[in-house]
């Protein structure tokens, strides 16, 4: 067991007796000057906001240094991922851990990684990780962040199977959705009418990525659900918690030269995923013989996600395709069916090692569509189970296209780099400086087949009648993809004049030959865009970098633009008192989710409130006792566009936002918030949830629902903003990020750049290295 | 060990000797303790054995003790992490208390003569 060697005393002076505790030895720990690599030799500078700058004379040498300047930044968040991916958690945390470690465990990501690696192995993408790998490891004997301290461990070595399972784990977070189980439950509890009200496939608008002026009256949904069978409520609430967070989502668009004031395109991206301390990029700049690029990328990936070349920038937003399926089976004798025949489940016992308490094991169990996710009880007894078909539990090449992206020179090499970009599903947004631009969206997206006929994923398929088949999906092996949407016709736009991306529908149905999406985010940020773009473009000015950087800081909220006058007219009669001065403050307000405003707090508040009148009891006593009522709770376009009639509102709907005021007027009484800003706080934290491990706290703009988003609630919001014109006489690049690049809380860069974030202010991002040099590696073999 | 007892009477009589061999023990304990905690203990004992009596032995195991815990204090923040040390709750609290219990310890060496 982990730490159980040493007495507990001897532990505590051997971590934290002053100067020599193993906590202390990051204080003031400077990297070494020179350092030995087997690759050759390579420079790592830092600039003064902390990001490395890598400079090599081959590629193997810069992505050694790279593994280098990662392992020294982030080796703590690196293995926690990989612990957590690996199902390896509890051996360092307890048994508070299994549920996570059952689950990955079970999914058996680990497995899908090693598929991945098998595939990419020998490729450039394959030696390069390796190189990485090296570099990470350089900090194995030196001294080790002080998480490990505190949790009185060390790390294994850095397999280049790892940085595949972080790629996973990020593909995972984007797609890995139990959305369909959750919606068949509500149908077979509360029937197919309150499935659809609450979960609708499509949402009413006309604010498409593609074709965004169209017709709304093609935008119904296509085939709703039919609840089939109850899950239990115990399978929903595990596997739920391990799904995509809600609302992670990402804005980016792309304006051509054509209505630039420069005459060169200009490129804009903001990631909303989880904020977090240390955050979840980490900064780069990387140079050699065959790669010059900057941007982020996910602790251990080797290779810039999100950034810019010396040709051309690139972002991503999530799709929101549907790449998850889930099969249930008529089973005998411990054996289920598919077809004619009776299987044996691809069963394998794995321990799961328990710091401080007894080890469990548990029985990964696969069938010919992927693995098997049941319900345990004390005795281990599966209740209820479900396999899962995920696109990311093939082997997948994804790593091979984002080399290529980096190293890409124009259009045409990126355009060839994403034909491997088999995993997430993303809205792919270039421009380069010839003047190209282009939408495409990545990945691979499955033909789902049932008697040979295409049938959509929003349902929880037969599996022993052989619905909803994937052909050439073989999990944890190698895909043919035959049966996939192909390349050519996945949704693109080679050279669109603009073009805007918020996670909204991608495209209307009736315009699209194949199923897509089981369901897409609100488009609430996607309707500000394009009324934001089509404005500007058709207006006789220009679009500029200004523009773009105005852009991507709105805090306009449409949900507040469609429904606080709604608030106002069926409100005003219905409350009186301090409730009624609420209402006041709304009127004029122009639904900007500024830390200044108090109505911005007023209607920020307001809404959750709004949620559970109208949600919560309804849901409570419909569904089973067992299930929490607001992981059903329709979105937040389903509750501003539910009709006064609506049977959700027993008493009216004015008499339900005269409740949801009330409850707002007594909550701002309580905390004594005046304004959107002493609500609207960053609330940053470490995943051990320490004082001096936590981020500072700052007041911010912007909303769940606003392109400058945040949301306090959720530590969700824009993970780094990136904007790239592509015409650099006025300047590179520029950029903000929710943090430190440095994972040390004893570093200057833990924390340094939190509040510019916080204030919607930009760095410089240029592709320049600073002159210091930190670390020269030499060629040798340490 | 009669000459080493001979010579500690010889240092607790001799103010000047005394005090000498208490600034070397704490030169001594602080860089032995930049190493390993063990420095703290020993620290406590040398600084402790050429003092008069018992209770000053443990008053000066003491005071090294604590001499030890604010020289940390002035390292971390000459390293410019103090605002980071404060915060630092039981880790904080664990560190305070760790030089001064384990100096207390090796003073009690004064009580063997």
């Given at each position: 067991?982990v730490g159980?060697?040493?007495?507990?005393?001897?532990?505590?002076l051997?971590?934290?007796?002053?100067?020599?505790g193993?906590?202390?030895?990051t204080?003031?720990?400077?990297?070494p000057?020179?350092?030995?690599s087997?690759y050759g030799s390579?420079?790592l500078?830092?600039?003064?906001?902390?990001?490395?700058?890598?400079?090599?004379?081959?590629?193997e040498?810069?992505?050694f240094?790279a593994?280098?300047?990662?392992g020294a930044?982030?080796l703590?968040q690196m293995?926690?991922?990989?612990?957590?991916?690996?199902?390896r958690?509890?051996?360092?945390?307890?048994d508070?851990?299994l549920?996570?470690?059952?689950?990955?465990?079970k999914?058996?990501?680990?497995?899908?990684?090693?598929?991945?690696w098998?595939?990419?192995r020998?490729?450039e993408?394959?030696?390069?990780?390796?190189?990485f790998?090296?570099?990470?490891?350089?900090?194995?004997?030196r001294?080790l962040?002080?998480?490990f301290?505190l949790l009185?461990?060390?790390?294994?070595p850095?397999?280049?199977?790892?940085?595949?399972l972080?790629?996973i784990?990020?593909?995972w977070?984007l797609?890995?959705?139990?959305?369909?189980?959750?919606?068949?439950?509500?149908?077979?509890e509360?029937?197919?009418?309150?499935a659809e009200?609450?979960l609708?496939?499509r949402?009413d608008?006309d604010?498409?990525?593609?074709?965004h002026?169209?017709?709304t009256?093609?935008?119904?949904?296509?085939?709703?659900s039919?609840g089939?069978?109850r899950i239990d409520?115990?399978?929903?609430?595990?596997?739920?918690?391990f799904?995509?967070?809600p609302d992670?989502?990402s804005n980016?668009?792309?304006?051509?030269?054509?209505?630039?004031?420069?005459?060169?395109?200009?490129?804009?991206?903001?990631?909303h995923?989880?904020?977090?301390?240390?955050p979840?990029w980490?900064?780069m700049?990387?140079?050699g013989?065959e790669?010059h690029?900057?941007?982020?990328?996910?602790p251990?990936?080797?290779?810039?996600?999100i950034?810019e070349?010396?040709?051309?920038?690139?972002g991503?937003?999530?799709?929101?395709?549907?790449?998850?399926?889930?099969y249930?089976y008529?089973t005998?004798d411990?054996?289920?069916r598919?077809?004619?025949?009776?299987?044996?489940?691809?069963?394998?016992?794995?321990?799961?090692?328990?710091?401080?308490?007894?080890?469990?094991?548990?029985?990964?169990?696969?069938?010919?569509h992927g693995?098997?996710?049941?319900?345990?009880?004390?005795?281990?007894?599966l209740?209820?189970?479900?396999a899962v078909?995920?696109?990311g539990?093939t082997?997948?090449r994804?790593?091979?296209?984002?080399l290529?992206l980096?190293r890409?020179?124009?259009?045409?090499?990126?355009?060839?780099a994403?034909r491997?970009f088999?995993?997430?599903?993303?809205?792919?947004?270039?421009?380069?400086r010839?003047?190209?631009?282009?939408?495409?969206v990545?990945?691979?997206v499955?033909?789902?087949q049932?008697d040979?006929?295409?049938?959509p994923?929003?349902?929880?398929?037969?599996?022993?009648?052989r619905?909803?088949?994937?052909?050439?999906?073989v999990?944890y092996?190698?895909?043919t993809w035959d049966?996939?949407v192909?390349y050519?016709e996945m949704?693109?736009?080679?050279?669109?004049?603009?073009?805007?991306?918020?996670?909204?529908?991608i495209?209307?149905?009736?315009?699209?030959?194949?199923?897509?999406?089981?369901a897409?985010s609100?488009?609430?940020r996607g309707?500000r865009?394009?009324n934001r773009?089509?404005g500007?473009?058709?207006?006789d000015?220009?679009?500029?970098?200004?523009f773009?950087?105005?852009?991507?800081?709105?805090t306009?909220?449409?949900r507040?633009?469609m429904?606080v006058?709604?608030?106002?007219?069926?409100?005003?009669d219905?409350?009186d008192?301090?409730t009624a001065d609420?209402?006041?403050d709304?009127?004029?307000?122009e639904?900007?989710?500024?830390?200044r405003?108090?109505?911005?707090?007023?209607?920020a508040?307001f809404l959750?409130?709004?949620?559970d009148?109208?949600?919560?009891?309804?849901?409570?006593?419909?569904?089973?006792?067992r299930?929490?009522p607001?992981?059903?709770?329709g979105n937040?376009w389903?509750?501003?566009?539910?009709?006064?009639?609506?049977?959700w509102?027993?008493?009216?709907r004015s008499?339900a936002i005269?409740e949801?005021?009330d409850r707002?007027a007594?909550e701002l009484e309580?905390?004594?918030w005046e304004t959107f800003?002493?609500?609207?706080t960053?609330?940053?934290?470490?995943?051990?949830?320490?004082?001096?491990?936590?981020?500072?706290?700052?007041?911010?703009?912007?909303?769940?629902?606003?392109l400058?988003?945040?949301?306090?609630?959720?530590?969700v919001?824009s993970s780094w903003?990136q904007?790239?014109?592509m015409?650099?006489?006025?300047?590179?690049?520029r950029?903000?990020?929710p943090?430190?690049?440095?994972?040390?809380?004893?570093?200057?860069?833990?924390?340094d750049q939190?509040?510019q974030?916080?204030?919607?202010e930009y760095?410089?991002?240029?592709l320049?290295?600073?002159?210091?040099?930190?670390?020269?590696?030499t060629?040798g073999?340490? | 060990?009669s000459s080493?007892?001979?010579?500690l009477d010889?240092?607790?009589?001799?103010?000047?000797?005394?005090?000498l061999l208490v600034?070397?023990g704490?030169?001594f304990?602080l860089?032995?303790?930049?190493v390993?905690?063990?420095?703290?203990?020993?620290?406590g004992?040398?600084v402790?054995?050429?003092?008069?009596?018992?209770?000053?032995g443990v008053?000066?195991?003491?005071g090294?003790?604590?001499?030890s815990?604010?020289?940390?204090g002035g390292w971390i923040?000459t390293?410019?992490?103090l605002?980071t040390y404060?915060?630092m709750?039981?880790?904080?609290?664990?560190?305070?208390?760790i030089?001064?219990a384990?100096?207390l310890?090796g003073?009690?060496v004064?009580g063997?003569?």
């Amino acid at each position: 067991m982990v730490g159980a060697t040493a007495t507990p005393l001897r532990g505590y002076l051997d971590r934290f007796a002053p100067f020599s505790g193993s906590v202390w030895d990051t204080v003031g720990d400077d990297l070494p000057e020179q350092v030995e690599s087997p690759y050759g030799s390579a420079t790592l500078r830092y600039d003064g906001d902390g990001v490395p700058h890598v400079q090599a004379d081959s590629e193997e040498a810069l992505y050694f240094a790279a593994g280098y300047a990662q392992g020294a930044d982030r080796l703590f968040q690196m293995d926690l991922q990989r612990r957590q991916m690996r199902g390896r958690l509890s051996a360092i945390v307890g048994d508070r851990a299994l549920p996570s470690d059952r689950f990955h465990v079970k999914m058996d990501f680990a497995g899908a990684a090693a598929a991945s690696w098998d595939l990419v192995r020998d490729t450039e993408s394959g030696r390069l990780t390796a190189a990485f790998a090296a570099g990470v490891n350089r900090h194995l004997d030196r001294p080790l962040p002080q998480e490990f301290d505190l949790l009185e461990y060390r790390p294994e070595p850095w397999q280049p199977v790892d940085t595949l399972l972080a790629s996973i784990q990020i593909a995972w977070g984007l797609t890995g959705s139990f959305r369909t189980l959750r919606k068949e439950t509500i149908a077979a509890e509360m029937g197919t009418e309150t499935a659809e009200t609450l979960l609708p496939d499509r949402l009413d608008h006309d604010a498409t990525i593609l074709d965004h002026s169209g017709d709304t009256a093609e935008n119904a949904g296509t085939t709703p659900s039919t609840g089939r069978r109850r899950i239990d409520p115990e399978l929903t609430r595990w596997v739920s918690t391990f799904e995509s967070p809600p609302d992670v989502g990402s804005n980016s668009w792309v304006v051509s030269g054509d209505h630039t004031r420069s005459g060169s395109p200009i490129v804009a991206n903001d990631p909303h995923l989880t904020l977090m301390a240390p955050p979840v990029w980490y900064e780069m700049h990387l140079e050699g013989p065959e790669t010059h690029t900057r941007g982020v990328t996910f602790p251990g990936i080797p290779f810039v996600v999100i950034g810019e070349n010396e040709s051309g920038a690139w972002g991503l937003t999530n799709a929101g395709a549907d790449t998850i399926d889930f099969y249930e089976y008529e089973t005998e004798d411990g054996r289920y069916r598919y077809g004619d025949e009776f299987r044996e489940f691809d069963e394998e016992d794995r321990m799961i090692e328990v710091a401080d308490g007894r080890d469990r094991e548990i029985t990964v169990r696969k069938t010919v569509h992927g693995p098997v996710l049941g319900t345990e009880s004390d005795g281990d007894e599966l209740r209820s189970q479900v396999a899962v078909s995920w696109v990311g539990l093939t082997a997948t090449r994804t790593s091979e296209a984002i080399l290529e992206l980096g190293r890409s020179d124009g259009i045409a090499d990126v355009r060839d780099a994403l034909r491997r970009f088999d995993l997430p599903t993303q809205n792919f947004v270039y421009a380069d400086r010839d003047g190209n631009t282009l939408y495409r969206v990545t990945g691979k997206v499955p033909v789902r087949q049932t008697d040979g006929d295409p049938v959509p994923g929003n349902r929880v398929f037969d599996g022993s009648s052989r619905e909803g088949e994937w052909p050439g999906f073989v999990p944890y092996g190698e895909s043919t993809w035959d049966g996939f949407v192909p390349y050519e016709e996945m949704p693109h736009v080679v050279d669109p004049d603009y073009i805007g991306t918020a996670n909204q529908r991608i495209i209307d149905d009736a315009d699209y030959p194949y199923y897509f999406a089981e369901a897409y985010s609100t488009p609430f940020r996607g309707i500000r865009l394009w009324n934001r773009l089509d404005g500007r473009v058709e207006s006789d000015r220009p679009v500029t970098r200004e523009f773009m950087r105005d852009l991507q800081r709105d805090t306009h909220d449409e949900r507040a633009a469609m429904f606080v006058p709604t608030m106002i007219d069926e409100g005003a009669d219905a409350v009186d008192g301090a409730t009624a001065d609420l209402l006041e403050d709304l009127e004029g307000w122009e639904y900007r989710m500024d830390r200044r405003s108090r109505a911005a707090l007023v209607f920020a508040r307001f809404l959750p409130h709004y949620r559970d009148v109208v949600f919560r009891s309804r849901l409570a006593e419909g569904l089973d006792s067992r299930r929490d009522p607001e992981e059903y709770y329709g979105n937040d376009w389903v509750l501003i566009t539910l009709p006064p009639d609506s049977p959700w509102f027993p008493d009216g709907r004015s008499a339900a936002i005269a409740e949801a005021l009330d409850r707002t007027a007594a909550e701002l009484e309580e905390n004594g918030w005046e304004t959107f800003g002493d609500y609207n706080t960053t609330a940053i934290d470490h995943p051990f949830d320490r004082e001096w491990l936590n981020y500072p706290r700052y007041a911010t703009d912007g909303s769940a629902a606003s392109l400058n988003n945040f949301r306090t609630e959720s530590d969700v919001g824009s993970s780094w903003r990136q904007l790239c014109p592509m015409d650099k006489s006025r300047g590179p690049s520029r950029g903000a990020f929710p943090g430190g690049n440095d994972g040390s809380p004893f570093s200057d860069h833990y924390a340094d750049q939190l509040q510019q974030w916080a204030d919607g202010e930009y760095k410089p991002i240029p592709l320049a290295t600073p002159d210091t040099t930190a670390v020269r590696f030499t060629e040798g073999d340490e | 060990m009669s000459s080493i007892g001979a010579w500690l009477d010889e240092t607790r009589a001799d103010d000047r000797r005394r005090r000498l061999l208490v600034a070397g023990g704490v030169v001594f304990g602080l860089a032995f303790a930049w190493v390993h905690w063990l420095g703290f203990v020993a620290g406590g004992a040398v600084v402790a054995l050429p003092q008069p009596s018992i209770r000053r032995g443990v008053l000066a195991g003491l005071g090294f003790g604590l001499l030890s815990a604010l020289a940390f204090g002035g390292w971390i923040a000459t390293a410019g992490v103090l605002d980071t040390y404060l915060t630092m709750e039981q880790v904080l609290v664990v560190s305070v208390v760790i030089p001064p219990a384990c100096a207390l310890f090796g003073s009690l060496v004064r009580g063997l003569r």
